[in-house]
Structures are given as structure tokens and as C-alpha cells.
């Protein structure tokens, strides 16, 4: 059974940092699409970075230059890097993996998701 489990959420002020891990339990996660995502009360869940194919990435454009998406193939673990936090980064988390190469930043190709994890920015 696929399991992810994201951390590292938390409270900060704008212009800080945070570092959200999600571990990947059940299958060779490598082999496999991985992303993150965020929803926001009253918002739609969004695509915030995902791994297009092995080792490139993209990213919604509202966190280009400041998200960084990366995964420790060893640890089963991925990564998301986050820099100067806006307050409209404030959402739940969730890190999402699916059975194909590529699943970008849209929804429909992720099988398995995460519980979330809350990520508050205050100004």
C-alpha cells in the first residue's frame, strides 16, 4: 500500500523559510510522477512543483525563484524548499505521486496523495 506523509509545516513571518518533507513508503517511488500541491480555504487545490521527468522540474509561477522542489531517491524522501513566504502562501500542503513519468502540475494523473500539512504566513 503507497503511503506519503508530509512534515514540516508550521507558522512563520513573511520573508522566512520552511522545508516540507514527504516520505514515500510501498513502492519504488522513483519509478513514479511526484508533486506537491496547495489548497487554500474557498480555493481550489493548486499545483505548486512537480517533477516532470527524472531530475527536471517545474513550478506555478507565483513560487518560481522561491520553491524548490527536490527528492532523496535513498531516503524515499521528497522535498520542498520554501523562500520569502508571502502570506498568500498560506494553504494545507500535500505532496500527491502517481503511476506515470510525468504527471505536471495538473490534478488527474496523481494516484496517491498525502495528508497535508498547514504552512501559515503571517505579515
Known amino acids: 500500500q503507497v503511503q506519503l506523509v508530509e512534515s514540516g509545516g508550521g507558522s512563520v513571518q513573511a520573508g522566512g523559510s520552511l522545508r516540507l518533507s514527504c516520505a514515500v513508503s510501498g513502492y519504488t517511488y522513483s519509478s513514479y510522477c511526484m508533486g506537491w500541491f496547495r489548497q487554500a480555504p474557498g480555493k481550489e487545490r493548486e499545483g505548486v512543483a512537480a517533477f516532470v521527468t527524472d531530475g527536471t522540474t517545474t513550478y506555478t509561477e507565483s513560487v518560481t525563484g522561491r520553491f524548490t522542489t527536490s527528492k532523496d531517491n535513498a531516503k524515499n524522501t521528497l522535498y520542498l524548499q520554501m523562500n520569502s513566504l508571502k502570506p498568500e502562501d498560506t494553504a494545507m500542503y500535500y505532496c500527491?505521486?502517481?503511476?506515470?513519468?510525468?504527471?505536471?502540475?495538473?490534478?488527474?494523473?496523481?494516484?496517491?496523495w498525502g495528508q497535508g500539512t498547514q504552512v501559515t504566513v503571517s505579515s
Open positions: 500527491a505521486a502517481g503511476d506515470w513519468e510525468s504527471c505536471g502540475l495538473g490534478t488527474t494523473r496523481y494516484n496517491y
